[in-house]
T-cell receptor
Framework: EAGVAQSPRYKIIEKRQSVAFWCNPI?????LYWYQQILGQGPKLLIQ????????DSQLPKDRFSAERLKGVDSTLKIQPAKLEDSAVYLC???????????FGEGSRLTVL | DAKTTQPPSMDCAEGRAANLPCNHS???????VYWYRQIHSQGPQYIIH???NNETNEMASLIITEDRKSSTLILPHATLRDTAVYYC??????????FGTGTSLTVIP
């Protein structure tokens, strides 16, 4: 069974530039999550989708971050404009149903200079 | 926000049992306790979860106190590959998982 796929694995940009991360969850998994993990900290939940609807985006900085999950499968997380403090690993996870365990991708490491 | 507290770091001798504690004093009756671990530069990996009863699988055992205010993850025979950050998480309504800072476990040869 293929796992959660994320790309790119690494991205370096300058502040005020924009960046987008892509996630393809495990086939059939209805719930998709984006987490931000700053070095030395635990993952922080940014947004949770159930199919193509948002369940929770209370911790998403909506002035610069946006996410979508068209057709309830793939998802894209965008940051525009990026700030230095956005340097982190962005983790995507999916689960089979609302009561299932999370399966994580390898993450996308963002460095903002 | 995370509903759990864990010690920041622990050491364990290779081959011995590693016992990782977690406090979750505000847990509600229908909230599960989950454990994940994260090896450097990888995404978190599921280990085990439980509600009230003790649980065991091929990776670990989970002991939950009767009042459910704390739990312990037991790795019965720690190996060097078990060196990782271990996260104890209370899964809240809506299948939301809020991670704390975890325990960094170092297995010593």
């Amino acid at each position: 069974e293929a796992g959660v796929a994320q790309s790119p694995r690494y991205k370096i940009i300058e502040k005020r530039q924009s960046v987008a991360f892509w996630c393809n969850p495990i086939s059939g998994h209805a719930t998709l999550y984006w987490y931000q993990q700053i070095l030395g900290q635990g993952p922080k939940l940014l947004i949770q989708f159930q199919n193509n609807g948002v369940v929770d985006d209370s911790q998403l900085p909506k002035d610069r971050f946006s996410a979508e999950r068209l057709k309830g499968v793939d998802s894209t997380l965008k940051i525009q404009p990026a700030k230095l403090e956005d340097s982190a690993v962005y983790l995507c996870a999916s689960s089979l149903e609302l009561t299932g365990e999370l399966f994580f991708g390898e993450g996308s490491r963002l460095t903002v200079l | 926000d995370a509903k759990t507290t864990q010690p920041p770091s622990m050491d364990c001798a290779e081959g011995r049992a590693a016992n990782l504690p977690c406090n979750h004093s505000t847990i509600s009756g229908n909230e599960y306790v989950y454990w994940y671990r994260q090896i450097h530069s990888q995404g978190p990996q599921y280990i085990i979860h439980g509600l009230k009863n003790n649980e065991t699988n091929e990776m670990a055992s989970l002991i939950i106190t009767e009042d459910r205010k704390s739990s312990t993850l037991i790795l019965p025979h720690a190996t060097l590959r078990d060196t990782a950050v271990y996260y104890c998480i209370v899964r809240v309504a809506g299948n939301q998982f809020y991670f704390g800072t975890g325990t960094s476990l170092t297995v010593i040869p």
